[in-house]
């Protein structure tokens, strides 16, 4: 089986889109990561959901963990103060490699160790003409799981 037989479409958005939309569109479509494309539609960055959690959580709650289990629910406000007036790019976690992304040929393996390497929870799948490069769509982990020990 090759990529393309696995790849489904997957909603993707734009480094310059608004950052809350963003968030909104993880929440509302439950993804496990984020796919963010350029302006040229290529794959930009594939973001866990967690690690755009992390970019949630105010940063003195990540430094004091103790801090975290007496503050209560009436700090919410603060997890949209930021992201508000940011783009995508502005309210990613900084970018450390290139987002995993493999041919339309790659196999089940392939995939599969990409995906283990990068710790990502999704791979996107394009197609290259010269200079240009088409988004196919995604594989998600659960989907390659399925067809590397079966489902049910």
Do not use: F
């Not at 007496?70 to 987002?99: C, F, Q, S």
Request: net charge negative.
């Amino acid at each position: 089986m090759r990529a393309s037989d696995l790849a489904e479409t997957y909603p993707y958005i734009s480094v310059d889109a608004d950052a809350v939309e963003a968030a909104r569109l993880l929440a509302r479509h439950q993804l496990p990561a984020l796919l963010v494309v350029d302006s040229d539609q290529r794959p930009y960055a594939i973001v866990p959901g967690s690690q755009l959690i992390k970019q949630l959580v105010p940063d003195y709650l990540m430094e004091e963990p103790l801090l975290v289990s007496v503050i209560d629910d009436r700090h919410l406000g603060e997890v949209m103060e930021k992201v508000n007036g940011l783009t995508v790019a502005e309210w990613l976690p900084p970018r450390t490699y290139a987002p995993p992304v493999v041919g339309p040929d790659a196999g089940l393996l392939q995939v599969a160790a990409l995906m283990a390497r990068t710790r990502s929870p999704l791979v996107a799948v394009i197609e290259r003409y010269g200079d240009e490069v088409r988004l196919l769509g995604a594989i998600t982990a659960a989907c390659l799981m399925t067809h590397l020990v079966g489902g049910s």
